[in-house]
């Protein structure tokens, strides 16, 4: 991914007020908030996204991925020939205390095995899951809180920090590092090679934890979700499948 793509989409973010997303109507369950629709029989395959997802513009030098959601199945599918798509929604506010966690199942049609996470020539991954956190202006300097809100108007997806979650090439699963465009977003493989590639992968995450881990400190409140896959630093081929995704 080319350091304009993540400067923009994921860079510094202030308060929610400022932001561009509104937050959408979220399906609750008993086992939490479903954040892609289930899964609706005999409805057709569209090119556009379900509803509360928004677009991520990544600059005018990256070629959009092709998305195609499948409502019959419940999946957002995203196809990448060198090219790179993010998708993002706004996420419901939590209480004060609470410990959320989120779930999801995806696939990808093969890993890319030349993509380096941690050099700006190679930051591809088959697919990533990301999540954003609120900017906290009082530990901003004025030059990040102006960043803010140049970039707030453009973008729906600009949280202050990020996890994100990466099918990654070759790097080993539990790997943490971060992403070499913006040391404010720190990446989790979860999944890496192609020895799953076509098959559905459960995933579980603590976000608290993990954000512990990440930053050395507990979370601001969470902002927004995004779905992703780019290749378009490496050139290759790929394609990520993405459904029951729940925040708990």
Request: with cysteine.
């Amino acid at each position: 991914m080319r350091a304009l793509c993540l400067f923009t989409a994921l860079c510094l973010l202030g308060c929610r007020s400022q932001a561009q997303v509104q937050t959408q109507p979220v399906a609750p369950t008993s086992q939490g908030t479903r954040l892609l629709p289930p899964a609706e029989e005999q409805a057709q395959a569209r090119d556009a996204l379900p509803e509360g997802w928004e677009t991520v513009p990544l600059g005018d030098h990256v070629v959009p991925a092709r998305v195609s959601w499948l409502p019959a199945e419940g999946v957002l599918a995203i196809a990448a020939e060198g090219e790179a798509s993010m998708f993002a929604r706004a996420l419901p506010a939590l209480a004060p205390d609470a410990r959320p966690r989120l779930r999801w199942q995806w696939k990808v049609s093969r890993a890319l095995e030349t993509a380096r996470l941690g050099r700006k020539s190679g930051d591809d991954a088959a697919a990533r899951v990301l999540v954003g956190f609120a900017f906290e202006p009082d530990k901003a300097s004025l030059f990040e809180r102006l960043a803010y809100n140049s970039q707030a108007r453009k973008s729906p997806f600009v949280p202050g920090t990020a996890l994100c979650y990466v099918w990654a090439g070759h790097e080993e699963p539990g790997t943490l590092l971060s992403n070499p465009y913006n040391e404010q977003v720190r990446v989790i493989v979860v999944a890496s090679g192609s020895e799953h590639a076509g098959n559905w992968q459960s995933v579980e995450r603590d976000l608290l934890a993990d954000y512990q881990e990440a930053f050395g400190e507990a979370p601001p409140a969470l902002e927004g979700i995004a779905l992703m896959v780019d290749s378009d630093q490496t050139g290759g081929s790929v394609e990520g499948w993405f459904r029951e995704l729940v925040l708990e």
